[in-house]
């Protein structure tokens, strides 16, 4: 009894791992209407759409509004224990003058 239950087992778990590679070498496409019917998030469709397009413009606002927002927690910490601030529109700047680039590893702070 327990050779059959163990042979049926490496059966199923041998067509089961066959099924796997095998869709997995088929999913090329489905990833592809994955995307054209819109189901990824507004900032990964970003990086296909036309820079002058609203989309982007829209989004890079919010993008640069968010990091306003980050900068500005990030004086009032300082200035709470005593530091300097910086300049949020100087640090804005900096942070964004490569588009492709996200800025949020250099706006975490460790204590």
């Known amino acids: 009894m327990h050779t059959t239950f163990a042979a049926v087992l ?3 778990c041998g067509v089961g791992i066959v099924a796997a590679f095998a869709m997995l070498a088929t999913s090329g496409k489905a990833w592809e209407e994955y995307e054209s019917r819109g189901l990824l998030m507004d900032h990964e469709r970003v990086r296909g759409v036309a820079a002058s397009s609203v989309a982007a413009v829209v989004a890079l606002a919010e993008r640069e509004t968010d990091i306003r927002e980050m900068l500005g927690a990030l004086n009032v910490g300082r200035a709470r ?20 680039q996200l800025p949020a590893p250099s706006l975490r702070e460790t204590d």
Do not use: F, N
Not at 81 to 100: M, N, Q, Y
């Open 10 to 12: 490496w059966i199923v």
């Open 81 to 100: 224990r005593g530091e300097p601030v910086i300049d949020v529109e100087a640090e804005l700047k900096r942070l964004t003058s490569d588009r492709d």
